[in-house]
T-cell receptor, first 114, second 112 residues
């Protein structure tokens, strides 16, 4: 499986602190994506980074990708209580026989305390 | 509102019953997928499609069938429900996988 694995499984921080989550994967990818899931809700796409990119920003989110180490990190700066959610990385090969497949890790549960 | 619509939101089935989970999108996305989410397991890919008339199996396809007769719809059929299929099911779609996937709000299925 190309499933990504997030680390840590759970993260608890205070409002205003930064939160860093890591993702490792097994095979070559076309892109890597991060999603957020609030409790009892569907997943929301946050950011996509392509294999030829090393860093990407979106608001308070910063994603890095190291294809040599097969790893990615998601940094949320100045976290807020509303950032409390599960965060998932997903890998997409989007080529050949794996076209259309997106594989998810098991997620990091982030809790931000007021 | 544009997006992915899943019905029903909740369903209780008896073991051995069959049913269809509906998924529709109005964004003209070619790619559509079905996932199941179980506690501690993340999301696992059941079946997926890269266009009308084209479907393929994911990681956990046993006990499920799909078809894709139109670009908009991608129903998931449970042939003979088992308690192991108790889960939350998500449908997702994407424009050729290029810009991320849009997810539906899920169907919570309980098989008793």
């Amino acid at each position: 499986s190309q499933q990504g694995e997030e680390d840590p499984q759970a993260l608890s921080i205070q409002e205003g602190e930064n939160a860093t989550m890591n993702c490792s994967y097994k095979t070559s990818i076309n892109n890597l994506q991060w999603y957020r899931q609030n409790s009892g809700r569907g997943l929301v796409h946050l950011i996509l980074i392509r294999s030829n990119e090393r860093e990407k920003h979106s608001g308070r989110l910063r994603v890095t990708l190291d294809t040599s180490k097969k790893s990615s990190s998601l940094l949320i700066t100045a976290s807020r209580a509303a950032d409390t959610a599960s965060y998932f990385c997903a890998t997409d090969s989007n080529r050949g026989s794996t076209l259309g497949r997106l594989y998810f890790g098991r997620g990091t549960q982030l809790t931000v305390w007021p | 509102n544009a997006g992915v619509t899943q019905t029903p939101k909740f369903q209780v089935l008896k073991t051995g019953q069959s049913m269809t989970l509906q998924c529709a999108q109005d964004m003209n996305h070619e790619y559509m997928s079905w996932y199941r989410q179980d506690p501690g397991m993340g999301l696992r890919l059941i079946h997926y499609s890269v266009g009308a008339g084209i479907t393929d199996q994911g990681e956990v396809p046993n006990g499920y069938n799909v078809s894709r007769s139109t670009t908009e719809d991608f129903p998931l059929r449970l042939l003979s429900a088992a308690p192991s299929q108790t889960s939350v099911y998500f449908c997702a779609s994407s424009y050729r996988g290029l810009y991320g996937y849009t997810f539906g709000s899920g169907t919570r299925l309980t098989v008793v």
